[in-house]
């Protein structure tokens, strides 16, 4: 179109709001203009083009209806409605021409719909500029009463169409925070109220929106809102449609340490999908939670740190993204937060290092390199974890466990920083709970270890001594272990004769065996410990004089296999006229 259609067009958009002006309500109502105002914004989301402007022009409209709603009747106001409406009645001869495509050219229609975004901020700027003066109704700041729980939807929807009205209200952080606490309160107690904020409007949007807040309290409250949507897995996709992660990532960035919290429990939520994990990323956002996490220790930012090594540990299922967090010094980073003087930024950040290094040898050594067993036996150190919870020492028992027990060079560090002798000193000093926990670690040390050295350091720490009191333990399990672990123990020549020598440990052995009538397994371990004892003198000769002796006969009579051999080790001439000829069977 020409100079001279566009002219014309300018000529022609002068006419329709001279009628706009003539055809307007005498003296409406501020009722007609919030009717008029939702009327033109349910309009608008049917118009295809100028999508980006109209969407701009029905975030000022919904502006205006919350600042309608909550201003009072008056003759100011009534001036207001009047300017409104002639705006509204304008914008909504655009949205005819634009619905029908008869806006003659793309200049002048944008133009036109620049002018009147213009004229709606103004009007909504005035509105809440009035309310700011003090035209609010009274008691505005008490807001509708929150339905009780099991309320019928109808009044859910109405309470969440009102704290939305609030939270549209411009120039007051105060009100959007209240509404934004509400909105918080009854989501938390009710997952229906989630299901109304997703049906209403654009709220999730305004929510969003709310992240780049200057208010930090606004956007501290949106955030703790968006973090409740976002744990249930059908709503993730409106979340993240709405363009959440970058304004989370911001938050971690330059936010409050409240916001930073709020932002990364967020984000721990939304990261279980790989395909976020890598919008996070691509955001800056590993950067920033490696600083955090690189931060002070103090108890005021343990949330913070454990919250940000959650979603860590979420990016980190991501290859790439693992590679990279290693590039950054994750390691060194993990390793210094294990001796936070914080318990949970302890367990939180020794449980994503084990996770991390899991089935990577390479990551294993070089986790050792940096000082991971001395990070891990402070937390053991018997005089210093005198503390720590029984969760605290189970993570670090575990770590190790991963870090060196499935190489015989990560044993043999382990053993020269003295694990055996931490393991006997759980044994003897602490609670069952944790007892426990030194004797399943020492159980799987003696059950990986390919090499002899490990039972020879137990063994000179005492650990037989302890072991005994556990094959009569409640539990089957236990009772089995500890049965497996001492016939694994005792196969060490040196253990044989520690063992035998001490007259209480052979005649509570035997008297077990007396007792284990049926098979299983503790049996089988039994007899196969004491078959390792008649290679010593002292054992052969305890085993050969005690009253076991007729349970090992009987035993070989039912063609226990284990109990026949152990027959034919003691039937030497020595022992020859002692026997029966059952072994002969």
């Not at 343990?302 to 919250?307: F, G, Y």
């Not at 694990?419 to 709970?433: D, K």
Request: with cysteine; proline share 2%.
């Amino acid at each position: 179109m020409g100079e001279e259609g566009e002219a014309a067009g300018v000529h022609g958009q002068s006419l329709q709001e001279q009628s706009c002006r003539e055809l307007a309500t005498p003296n409406p109502t501020r009722k007609q203009a919030i009717e008029s105002v939702s009327s033109l914004a349910s309009l608008s989301r049917s118009i295809k083009v100028f999508a980006v402007k109209w969407q701009l022009i029905r975030s000022k409209l919904m502006e205006m209806s919350s600042a309608l709603a909550v201003s009072d009747e008056g003759a100011e106001l009534s001036g207001m409605v009047q300017e409104t409406m002639v705006t509204v009645g304008e914008c909504h001869g655009l949205a005819e021409k634009c619905m029908a495509g008869s806006y003659g050219g793309k200049l002048l229609m944008q133009s036109n719909l620049d002018m009147v975004l213009t004229k709606l901020h103004c009007h909504v700027k005035n509105l809440s500029g009035m309310c700011k003066a003090g035209f609010f109704p009274q008691g505005y700041a008490v807001v509708v009463s929150k339905p009780r729980f099991g309320a019928r939807k109808e009044h859910m929807r109405f309470y969440v169409k009102d704290l939305l009205t609030r939270m549209n209200i411009e120039d007051d952080p105060e009100i959007k925070r209240q509404a934004l606490a509400s909105l918080h309160e009854v989501a938390s107690e009710d997952e229906k109220f989630v299901k109304v904020v997703m049906e209403v409007g654009e709220i999730i949007h305004l929510l969003v929106s709310f992240l780049d807040s200057l208010e930090v309290e606004v956007q501290e409250e949106a955030a703790r809102v968006l973090s409740v949507v976002a744990g249930f897995d059908s709503y993730r996709g409106v979340v993240i449609g709405a363009g959440i992660v970058g304004p989370l990532v911001r938050i971690l960035e330059c936010g409050s340490d409240a916001g930073k919290e709020l932002s990364a429990r967020c984000l721990m939520k939304l990261t279980t999908d790989p395909e976020i994990a890598w919008r996070v990323s691509a955001h800056g956002g590993v950067t920033a939670l490696l600083r955090i996490c690189s931060s002070s220790t103090d108890f005021t930012k343990a949330e913070l740190i454990c919250s940000a090594c959650g979603v860590l540990r979420n990016l980190a299922g991501v290859l790439e993204i693992k590679r990279f967090m290693l590039e950054e010094g994750v390691i060194s980073v993990l390793l210094r937060q294990a001796s936070s003087k914080d318990e949970t930024v302890q367990i939180s950040s020794i449980e994503f290092l084990q996770d991390f290094v899991s089935g990577d040898d390479f990551l294993r050594r070089m986790v050792i390199e940096e000082g991971g067993l001395h990070a891990l036996f402070r937390l053991l150190n018997p005089l210093s974890s005198s503390s720590s919870s029984s969760k605290a020492l189970e993570v670090a028992f575990r770590a190790i466990e991963d870090l060196c027990f499935s190489s015989e060079t990560g044993v043999k560090m382990l053993l020269n920083h003295g694990f055996a002798e931490v393991l006997v000193c759980f044994l003897r000093a602490r609670e069952s709970s944790v007892q426990e926990l030194a004797f399943k670690a020492a159980f799987k040390l003696i059950r990986t270890s390919s090499s002899e050295d490990a039972k020879r350091a137990l063994g000179d720490a005492g650990f037989m001594s302890e072991i005994v009191r556990f094959l009569d333990a409640k539990s089957r399990g236990v009772r089995e272990m500890a049965a497996e672990a001492l016939s694994s123990m005792v196969s060490i020549p040196k253990n044989r004769k520690r063992f035998a020598q001490d007259e209480q440990n052979m005649e509570f052995l035997m008297r077990l065996l007396e007792t284990e009538v049926e098979p299983s397994a503790r049996r089988k371990f039994l007899l196969s410990a004491l078959m390792s004892l008649t290679s010593c003198g002292s054992g052969r000769k305890k085993i050969a004089n005690s009253g076991c002796l007729k349970t090992i006969e009987n035993l070989a009579e039912n063609e226990v296999p284990d109990a026949k051999r152990l027959v034919r080790k003691l039937s030497t001439n020595k022992f020859r006229s002692m026997l029966s000829g059952i072994w002969h069977a």
